[in-house]
């Protein structure tokens, strides 16, 4: 065989071309590679950021819960008598006389049509009443702190123009209904 026609210093550009070609698919392949992983990455450090606001929204819930087993707790030790009324006619007089002990006078005790949320049964009762703002707030802390069932959804408080220390409130509260034992 003759060698001599294979020169090394003869470059064969059939083969210089395949070269050139394997290296810019060899470079393309390892550029894609290497972009696929930095999304990758950088979806996970979305994800992640999403995951740690939830946990953070959890663990405040979780105090939240927590500060509320307490006080239920502390109520029971205290032996404070919690107010479960059975009906909503027995809850009526619990609220009015609630009321007539802080000097609340209670206009209107209107309870809704019982509903269902969440497998939860509930009445919602719109209350109307005037008093005198602290012993509005003072109420509120009662029935919030005795009668648990009960939960405030939304409150209305005017002030009249002739005695702003009187003032008229509308309280929308859901009454959840204590299940059946």
């Known amino acids: 065989m003759n060698f ?3 020169a090394p210093t003869h470059i064969h550009a059939i083969g210089a071309v395949i ?12 550029f894609t590679s290497w972009e696929s992983r930095q999304s990758g990455i950088e979806s996970s450090q979305i994800r ?22 307490s006080n239920l ?5 205290e032996d404070k008598d919690v107010i479960v009324p059975r009906s909503i006619n027995e809850l009526a007089v619990e609220v009015v006389a609630l009321a007539e002990q802080y000097k609340l006078e209670l206009d209107q005790f209107e309870p809704k049509s019982e509903q269902t949320k969440d497998g939860k049964v509930f009445h919602p009762i719109v209350i109307r009443l005037s008093a005198p703002y602290s012993a509005l707030t003072e109420w509120l802390d ?9 939960h405030v959804m939304s409150i209305s408080i005017r002030s009249s123009g002739a005695d ?16 059946s034992e």
């Open 48 to 69: 992640l950021t999403q995951v740690s606001e939830e946990l953070s929204v959890a663990q405040q819930e979780r105090g939240r819960l927590t500060n509320q087993i």
């Open 164 to 179: 702003q220390s009187v003032v008229s409130s509308d309280i929308q509260l859901n009454w959840y209904k204590p299940t």
């Open 73 to 77: 707790r502390s109520i029971v030790e």
């Open 142 to 150: 009662q029935v919030h702190e005795f009668m648990p069932d009960i």
């Open 4 to 6: 001599k026609s294979l």
């Open 19 to 30: 070269a050139i070609a394997t290296l810019a698919i060899c470079g393309y392949s390892i």
